[in-house]
């Protein structure tokens, strides 16, 4: 039985504490920037910022540790994580200096990295925007500027928690657009772009009518901003006519992006709801339309029944993100990205992105940048640091010089499901040594696959029975200790 501990599961228990005890206990690292990379998919990276520590200074962090229960493993954590670097021989150099540049052009504007704030809570003022750009974030797309009064409900949030840390991976929010006055916000969206020239400000916009709609645009260009995002997709507007009502209209989507083009030298960007069947006619109106690049998406409609989070005993429709929304997200993008008539347009992607791996997998598909939300409301801008050294470092290991190569480069190996190879089997394995006996696998193929796996009380050991097993691998999936894992693909004739 392997009773050794895993670096993610540990490190997922951790609180990632502001001002973190732990590193302020330890001089010579800082165990707690470590443990951040072990959470968010660096964990090859991690060993670089505790590499100088000594293991009184490690005990010293764990002893400081301000777990509710229990503090965090540090040392075992720490010490597991340098044998995994010490035996990776493909790790990749961390020196910033060998590291690619992230720099992509998106609708003609130099971005110094994909990462954008997406409009949302994350970026209403000034000093919220220059504190992301200091952190190193790319762009903003700054919360949604109307001529409408907003008036905001409490509470206005709710989650779908994973575990005791406050993690969560499905949120609901109510917010709606910048409680801002307008010229108040535009004004913001001006010194920021005095102040930081090399980061891209994005004014994100909601109009009611033809006028509102063209006068917010051309006060977004005044203000010197990059580009302006045409709002069509919030889906908890009060007021009928906008939001996702405009959205999941392709007339409407059609005529309002044409308004603001034509009134408009900068990039015009339509930001697409998922609230409808299909996303490529009112996507397909704004391209005939002219749009430059296609934002999506915007928060799914969902419930949640949480009494704390209704309002005055009441409760409502409202948008759900998150990780948990990815999947949905990335299909979206997809059917827009395989559809041959907007092949000229770009793409930015949003929609349950936490770590690089989840931002690659948009950039692969077709996105030129990505904007997160739901992450920076859960974890804070310093996650910033995780997604940038990730990315880089994946594009170190694969030898990609230009992140422009990797967009879009999954694409191909999409296809309809009557394309797919339905002639070969590949069986799941399972290793011995990483089997611990518990017999999920064999509980799972017997009530829910194909009854393919046998399950011996004395040994406590599964068997696969290849004549019954058909490879849907549930079994895999199931497995909490990872110990099922693939074979070889064969012809089904064979079998």
Excluded at 108 to 125: M, R, Y
Excluded at 308 to 321: C, I, L, R
Aim: contains cysteine; proline residues 5%; charged residues 20%.
């Amino acid at each position: 039985m392997n009773s050794q501990l895993h670096p993610k599961e540990e490190a997922s228990r951790c609180l990632l504490c502001a001002d973190a005890p732990c590193s302020k206990a330890c001089p010579n690292g800082d165990p707690a920037r470590a443990i951040r990379a072990i959470r968010f998919d660096n964990l090859s990276l991690a060993r670089q910022w505790i590499i100088n520590c000594s293991d009184e200074e490690l005990q010293a962090a764990e002893q400081a540790c301000i777990h509710y229960d229990r503090p965090i493993r540090i040392r075992e954590l720490l010490r597991t994580v340098e044998t995994l670097a010490q035996e990776d021989s493909k790790q990749a150099v961390s020196s910033t200096d060998a590291l690619p540049d992230l720099s992509i052009d998106f609708c003609g504007i130099p971005c110094e990295n994909p990462f954008f704030l997406a409009s949302s809570a994350i970026c209403t003022n000034y000093e919220m925007v220059a504190r992301a750009f200091e952190a190193g974030w790319g762009g903003v797309f700054y919360k949604t500027i109307c001529m409408q009064d907003i008036h905001e409900v409490s509470p206005r949030f709710d989650a779908i928690h994973t575990d005791d840390n406050g993690d969560f991976y499905g949120f609901r929010n109510m917010e709606q657009l910048s409680e801002n006055p307008v010229r108040m916000d535009f004004d913001i969206l001006k010194r920021l772009k005095k102040d930081y020239p090399s980061k891209v400000v994005i004014a994100s916009i909601m109009g009611q009518t033809e006028r509102q709609w063209i006068v917010l645009a051309k006060m977004a260009e005044r203000a010197g901003c990059d580009a302006v995002e045409l709002n069509f997709s919030c889906p908890q507007m009060r007021l009928a006519g906008m939001g996702s009502d405009v959205g999941q209209n392709s007339e409407l989507v059609t005529f309002y992006t044409a308004y603001v083009k034509r009134n408009v030298s900068i990039p015009v960007i339509p930001k697409m709801t998922p609230n409808i069947t299909q996303i490529n006619e009112p996507a397909m109106g704004g391209y005939f339309a002219g749009a430059d690049a296609i934002s999506a998406i915007n928060t799914i409609k969902s419930v949640t029944m949480s009494d704390h989070a209704s309002v005055s005993q009441k409760k409502t429709v409202s948008g759900y993100s998150g990780r948990a929304i990815k999947p949905i997200a990335l299909r979206h993008i997809l059917e827009m990205t395989k559809n041959p008539i907007m092949k000229n347009v770009q793409f930015s992607g949003i929609g349950g992105i936490e770590t690089w791996r989840d931002a690659l997998e948009f950039i692969q598909l077709g996105c030129r940048n990505v904007q997160v939300c739901t992450a920076v409301m859960q974890y804070g801008y310093r996650i910033i640091d995780d997604l940038v050294l990730g990315l880089q470092n994946y594009m170190l290991k694969r030898g990609v010089k230009n992140l422009s190569d990797l967009v879009g480069e999954e694409l191909p190996n999409f296809v309809t499901p009557s394309n797919l190879d339905r002639s070969t089997i590949v069986y799941p394995k399972i290793d011995a040594e990483r089997c611990i006996g518990c017999g999920r696998c064999y509980t799972s193929c017997m009530d829910g696959g194909h009854q393919a796996i046998t399950f011996d009380t004395a040994t406590r050991r599964p068997h696969i029975v290849g004549t019954r097993c058909v490879g849907c691998h549930l079994c895999r999936l199931v497995c909490p200790t990872g110990a099922i894992g693939m074979s070889k693909r064969i012809d089904k004739a064979k079998k």
